[in-house]
């Protein structure tokens, strides 16, 4: 049984922890707060006063907002689209029986552990350069017209490096998911006569749901807030500007905190949202 | 029962996941391959595979035009200091919320993971500000500060699950034969933890080496680690495939190998113990 001493030990050896996250938070948190109702300008002027929800207003009545949210929208959603089902398939895969599994996982997994500026400029150049990239050979071979991937089809471009960057990790944790699968049940369904799509519409995806459940959830989080691979593959153009980067360009680039701020309050608003789910399902697991 | 499995069958799941590894793997294959081509190899039509002349000049010149130590042991200071401070800090802390858990030790541990959901770019500019003021910004110590901030709730968490699975009865035992405190965590805990501690760090140094936000937005010229020296190829210097590919090459080739050893604290650390 804990004793008084032991709880008062804990929750001192508890405190730095507590205390560095806590000012982590709060301390940029009410900055931006703080921020986003002045008119704040470092470069032209300073600070310009107190205006209300001006900050906020203009934020969504400026003209790049709304392809800003629509930019944001496409990536997560194609990203998570093609992570989820590629990843559920490659799980599926990876737990069949077959030679060197271990070396294959490890050639899975390996674009996650690539740094982000890395992977979108050797896809950027080597692989998406309309002249010399290794898709314009593929392309000239077979007698196409080369793509000029991040100004023709830009989207398609970032969702697709951005996928190959995150599909490891969906994978992982899919395949992970699939081996705690009783294989019982499986032969049992399969000695039945059990179709292979019966089985895995009725066995294996609803094992799964939970695991789907957190790869999107995490996902999302990390999608809503990738930088390095816009700001080195196309810096924002091309309709490939999204909220993050939106906010980033406000608060930088052209210096215009008081604007950037309020986005960047809409952008922990959205977090939040994300995240409430995903600590429904961690709190429950803690019970477990 | 184990599942029969025919010789066809084997050879037919084989040859679909080798295929599709080296697909995905592909890329990065490409970049190692082209860094050993000189300029005018790395972009002939067709392209070449293995038939080129092998040269390690790329190497040398970029290790010469950029000085690439320098932003090799930034990458390593930073991603090295973060972890460590990190977990000094997170260890006391998983400790007594596994050892000797209260009613809000769950919300302590719930209260930390929505910090990490904190969007970076939400709180730009106050971080972009405060480091001017504190003399911060394009230092070392200033990123080890931030990305152990930004780091400590994963590193919380994964101690915390590591040290859940250490049995209690153990402590009990000790401390019925009268073991201080000192002495539980020297002699009992610190011995069986020592794994968990390792899968935590290892994890943690490829997070942050691996960070993009906020190493490009607070440093410039001293500071800099290699995701800023490979962001500064983005043009025109990107347009030499060899000489970035050995840029590529070099900057991942460490983290690789550690990842390889860390694929299993993947899924824990970063499902918080969601999914084992």
């Known amino acids: 049984m804990a004793t008084q001493h032991s709880r008062s030990v804990a929750r001192l050896m508890m405190a730095p922890a507590v205390v560095l996250l806590l000012g982590w938070m709060l301390v940029p948190l009410t900055m931006t707060l703080y921020f986003s109702f002045k008119k704040y300008l470092p470069l032209r002027g300073g600070d310009l006063g107190w205006v209300g929800f001006d900050n906020y207003i203009r934020f969504v009545s400026s003209s790049s907002f709304w392809p800003a949210v629509q930019a944001t929208l496409v990536i997560v959603i194609g990203v998570l689209a093609i992570t989820v089902i590629l990843g559920i398939l490659l799980a599926m895969?990876?737990?069949?029986?077959?030679?060197?599994?271990?070396?294959?996982?490890?050639?899975?997994?390996?674009?996650?552990?690539?740094?982000?500026?890395?992977?979108?400029?050797?896809?950027?150049?080597?692989?998406?350069?309309?002249?010399?990239?290794?898709?314009?050979?593929?392309?000239?071979?077979?007698?196409?017209?080369?793509?000029?991937?991040?100004?023709?089809?830009?989207?398609?471009?970032?969702?697709?490096?951005?996928?190959?960057?995150?599909?490891?990790?969906?994978?992982?944790?899919?395949?992970?998911?699939?081996?705690?699968?009783?294989?019982?049940?499986?032969?049992?369904?399969?000695?039945?006569?059990?179709?292979?799509l019966k089985r895995f519409y009725h066995i294996i995806l609803p094992h799964l749901s939970r695991a789907i459940t957190i790869v999107i959830l995490i996902q999302t989080i990390f999608l809503l807030s990738i930088f390095a691979e816009i700001f080195v593959t196309t810096g924002g153009a091309f309709g490939t500007r999204t909220l993050?980067?939106?906010?980033?360009?406000?608060?930088?680039?052209?210096?215009n905190v008081g604007l950037g701020s309020a986005g960047g309050v809409y952008a922990i608003i959205l977090a939040n949202i994300v995240a409430v789910f995903l600590m429904r399902i961690v709190g429950k697991n803690l019970d477990a | 029962?184990?599942?029969?499995?025919?010789?066809?069958?084997?050879?037919?799941?084989?040859?679909?996941?080798?295929?599709?590894?080296?697909?995905?793997?592909?890329?990065?294959?490409?970049?190692?391959?082209?860094?050993?081509?000189?300029?005018?190899?790395?972009?002939?039509?067709?392209?070449?595979?293995?038939?080129?002349?092998?040269?390690?000049?790329?190497?040398?010149?970029?290790?010469?035009?950029?000085?690439?130590?320098?932003?090799?042991?930034?990458?390593?200071?930073?991603?090295?200091?973060?972890?460590?401070?990190?977990?000094?800090?997170?260890?006391?802390?998983?400790?007594?919320?596994?050892?000797?858990?209260?009613?809000?030790?769950?919300?302590?541990?719930?209260?930390?993971?929505?910090?990490?959901?904190?969007?970076?770019?939400?709180?730009?500019?106050?971080?972009?500000?405060?480091?001017?003021?504190?003399?911060?910004?394009?230092?070392?110590?200033?990123?080890?500060?931030?990305?152990?901030?930004?780091?400590?709730?994963?590193?919380?968490?994964?101690?915390?699950?590591?040290?859940?699975?250490?049995?209690?009865?153990?402590?009990?035992?000790?401390?019925?034969?009268?073991?201080?405190?000192?002495?539980?965590?020297?002699?009992?805990?610190?011995?069986?933890?020592?794994?968990?501690?390792?899968?935590?760090?290892?994890?943690?140094?490829?997070?942050a080496w691996n960070e993009a936000f906020w190493t490009l937005n607070l440093t410039a010229v001293d500071a800099a680690p290699l995701t800023a020296f490979i962001a500064s190829y983005s043009s025109p210097e990107g347009l030499f495939f060899a000489k970035l590919s050995a840029a590529s090459t070099m900057a991942i080739a460490p983290i690789l190998i550690l990842g390889w050893f860390s694929q299993k604290q993947l899924v824990r650390g970063l499902t918080f113990g969601a999914v084992k």
């Open chain 1, 93 to 196: 895969l990876l737990d069949q029986p077959m030679w060197g599994q271990g070396v294959v996982r490890i050639l899975v997994i390996a674009p996650f552990f690539v740094m982000p500026t890395v992977s979108a400029l050797v896809w950027k150049n080597m692989f998406m350069d309309p002249v010399n990239g290794l898709l314009a050979h593929l392309w000239r071979f077979f007698g196409a017209e080369p793509v000029s991937w991040l100004s023709e089809a830009s989207m398609t471009s970032i969702v697709m490096i951005v996928s190959w960057q995150w599909l490891p990790f969906a994978t992982l944790i899919l395949l992970t998911a699939i081996q705690s699968l009783d294989s019982e049940q499986l032969e049992a369904a399969e000695m039945d006569g059990a179709p292979p």
């Open chain 1, 244 to 255: 993050t980067y939106l906010i980033f360009q406000r608060v930088l680039e052209s210096q």
């Open chain 2, 1 to 207: 029962m184990a599942r029969t499995v025919t010789i066809q069958r084997k050879s037919l799941n084989t040859a679909l996941a080798w295929a599709v590894g080296l697909l995905i793997f592909f890329p990065i294959l490409w970049t190692i391959l082209t860094s050993f081509k000189t300029e005018a190899q790395a972009i002939a039509s067709p392209p070449l595979f293995l038939n080129f002349d092998w040269t390690l000049e790329n190497y040398a010149v970029v290790q010469e035009r950029s000085n690439y130590m320098r932003f090799l042991w930034n990458s390593v200071i930073i991603a090295g200091g973060s972890t460590l401070l990190g977990v000094i800090i997170a260890v006391p802390a998983a400790w007594a919320m596994a050892f000797v858990p209260s009613k809000r030790t769950k919300d302590i541990l719930l209260w930390m993971l929505s910090t990490k959901m904190l969007p970076a770019v939400g709180v730009l500019y106050p971080i972009y500000l405060l480091f001017i003021r504190l003399g911060l910004l394009d230092t070392r110590g200033g990123l080890v500060v931030v990305l152990m901030l930004i780091n400590l709730p994963i590193i919380v968490w994964m101690l915390y699950t590591y040290f859940r699975e250490i049995p209690g009865e153990i402590l009990e035992a000790a401390r019925m034969d009268g073991a201080t405190l000192k002495e539980e965590i020297l002699h009992i805990l610190t011995p069986m933890a020592v794994p968990g501690i390792a899968s935590t760090v290892l994890l943690n140094f490829i997070l």
